[in-house]
């Protein structure tokens, strides 16, 4: 699914491969996430990977401690959350019916 989120040409595959990562709650699956999230060229699919992420906020703010992906380990992950936050607010407002999906 990850090679699908990173290669797959159609906005719409990557964007439904964002939803079910984040649906299957799967820890693995968060350096491919945050690497479309950073990477990935479609607002669109930068929104649904951001509201995937949200659903482990807790393992995610674990990892990036540790992976040190987005700088130091002072950065301000106040200000990661609420880039998520409004990333997912785009997603929400593209399918709103995504947030029902949520488990």
């Known amino acids: 699914m990850l090679k699908a989120l990173e290669e797959d040409p159609e906005i719409t595959v990557r964007v439904s491969v964002a939803e079910a990562l984040g649906q299957l709650g799967s820890e ?3 350096p491919g996430l945050l690497k479309a ?3 990935d060229p479609e607002i669109t699919v930068r929104a649904s990977v951001a509201y995937a992420l949200l659903g482990h906020l807790h393992a995610l703010l674990g ?5 040190d ?4 380990q002072d ?3 106040g200000a990661m959350i ?3 936050l409004k990333l ?10 995504s ?5």
Not at 69 to 72: A, V
Not at 88 to 97: F, H, I
């Open 28 to 30: 693995a699956a968060i």
């Open 88 to 97: 997912s607010q785009l997603a929400l407002e593209e399918n709103p019916k």
């Open 63 to 67: 990892h990036l401690q540790l992976s």
């Open 99 to 103: 947030l029902f999906l949520r488990t």
């Open 69 to 72: 992906q987005f700088g130091s």
């Open 75 to 77: 950065e301000d992950m």
């Open 37 to 39: 999230l950073e990477e």
């Open 82 to 84: 609420l880039k998520l």
